[in-house]
Structure formats: structure tokens, C-alpha cells
Nanobody
Framework: QVQLVESGGGSVQAGGSLRVSCAAS????????MGWFRQAPGKEREFVAG????????YYVDSVKGRYTISRDNAKNTVFLQMNSLEPEDTAVYYC???????????????????WGQGTQVTVSS
């Protein structure tokens, strides 16, 4: 079992930055691709960023590309999402997710997620 706990959410002004973190426990996450999903009010949950098990490859949905950076520290079993130039449209609950992988995958679907965090709220005001 892997437990994922998000932290770092909060409220920021448009144009500001925020970093959310996902701490894993129970076992090492070095064999897992990690990612972040988000769900805005009235919207479906969407995959926004992913990172391979070694951290060598990453993926971003077009709407956040150039503004978000996903990273991981496998020694600390932690994945991060640095969010810059935040916009009100980024307001959502952000969920950390883990997917077992033996290759350098960076994208996975909701139905493929092995472990979920409980989410952290990010609110961006104009």
C-alpha cells in the first residue's frame, strides 16, 4: 500500500505562485510514475502533469505548459508541483496520483491510477 498526502494548497492572487507537495508513505515510490490531477467546480477531473519514475521525463496538459513544473525527490518519496503565473482558471482541488510503471511513462488515465491522495484546494483570485 502507498499512502499519498498532499499539502501546500491555499489561496493566491492571479499571477502568483504556489507549490503543492505530495508525500508518500508505505513503500518507495521509485517504481511509480507520479502525476497531478485537478478538478474544478463543475468540471471533470483532468490530468495536468506527470513525471516518470526516475524523474527524467514529464508531461503537461497544454493549459498549464510553461507555467507548471512537476518534480520528484525519490529519496524523500515526494513529488512536487510548482505552479507559476496562476490564473483563476487554475482554481481546483489538486490530487496526487501514483501509477506503477516499469517504463518511463508520463501519462496515465484516471482508471489506471493505483493510489490517490485526498486532494488539496488551490484557489486563485483575480
Amino acid at each position: 500500500q502507498v499512502q499519498l498526502v498532499e499539502s501546500g494548497g491555499g489561496s493566491v492572487q492571479a499571477g502568483g505562485s504556489l507549490r503543492v507537495s505530495c508525500a508518500a508513505s508505505g513503500r518507495t515510490v521509485s517504481s511509480y510514475a507520479m502525476g497531478w490531477f485537478r478538478q474544478a467546480p463543475g468540471k471533470e477531473r483532468e490530468f495536468v502533469a506527470g513525471i516518470s519514475q526516475s524523474g527524467g521525463r514529464s508531461y503537461y496538459v497544454d493549459s498549464v505548459k510553461g507555467r507548471y513544473t512537476i518534480s520528484r525527490d525519490n529519496a524523500k518519496n515526494t513529488v512536487f508541483l510548482q505552479m507559476n503565473s496562476l490564473e483563476p482558471e487554475d482554481t481546483a482541488v489538486y490530487y496526487c496520483a501514483a501509477k506503477f510503471a516499469v517504463s518511463a511513462i508520463v501519462y496515465f488515465r484516471m482508471r489506471e491510477v493505483d493510489y490517490w491522495g485526498q486532494g488539496t484546494q488551490v484557489t486563485v483570485s483575480s
